[in-house]
């Protein structure tokens, strides 16, 4: 093969890499970019003893990709406050990996800071957002929102609700 055609032949290959390469890695930023209808509650309530919340986008298909943000969906019960979340780094013994969406019963000082984080409650996310193993008989509110870690004093606080009800 002569050395035009070799050289015609690997940029041909080149082009066709790269444009795979483009494509392949924008598919991936698209599916991990936040979806606020993801976060926007359409219903909620309690259902043989499990706090649901119904969203319009859909649920769970947002998933934070920078480390330090938590994104949540949580319930104001009667036994207190739980969280389905997921983040990038591990303090959860239901799930192996985080991102995975999992629960945790939180306490929030006046600042919407967490001071207490425990492993109540069992996340399931299929088509709406659950919180299972509560023991609550009651929803008084239901809130989505990005928690982040503060640098200036450490803590993990609310950065933005999207959405709560009532």
């Given at each position: 093969?002569?050395?035009?055609k070799?050289?015609?032949?690997?940029l041909?290959?080149?082009?066709?890499?790269?444009?795979?390469?483009?494509?392949?890695?924008?598919?991936?930023?698209?599916?991990s970019?936040?979806?606020?209808?993801?976060?926007k509650i359409?219903d909620?309530g309690?259902?043989?003893?499990?706090p649901?919340?119904?969203?319009?986008?859909?649920?769970g298909a947002?998933?934070?990709?920078?480390?330090?943000?938590?994104?949540?969906y949580?319930?104001v019960?009667?036994?207190?406050?739980f969280?389905?979340?997921?983040?990038?780094?591990?303090?959860?013994?239901?799930v192996?990996?985080?991102?995975?969406?999992?629960a945790h019963?939180?306490?929030l000082?006046?600042?919407?800071?967490v001071t207490k984080?425990?492993?109540?409650g069992?996340?399931?996310v299929?088509?709406e957002i659950k919180?299972?193993?509560?023991?609550?008989?009651?929803?008084?509110k239901?809130?989505t929102?990005i928690?982040?870690l503060?640098n200036?004093?450490?803590?993990?606080?609310?950065?933005k609700v999207f959405?709560?009800?009532?």
């Open positions: 093969m002569n050395s035009k070799l050289f015609t032949l690997a041909a290959t080149f082009i066709v890499t790269s444009a795979i390469l483009v494509v392949g890695t924008n598919n991936v930023l698209a599916q970019k936040l979806n606020e209808a993801d976060f359409k909620f309690i259902k043989d003893g499990k649901w919340l119904t969203v319009e986008g859909k649920a947002s998933k934070p990709t920078n480390a330090s943000q938590i994104y949540a949580a319930f019960t009667d036994k207190g406050i969280a389905v979340v997921s983040h990038g780094f591990n303090d959860s013994s239901e192996t990996n985080n991102t995975q969406w999992h019963g939180v306490t000082d006046s600042k919407n800071c984080l425990d492993d109540n069992k996340a399931e299929n088509g919180a299972a193993n509560t023991n609550a008989t009651k929803v008084d239901v809130m929102a928690l982040g503060d200036a004093n450490g803590k993990v606080c609310v950065e959405d709560s009800k009532p």
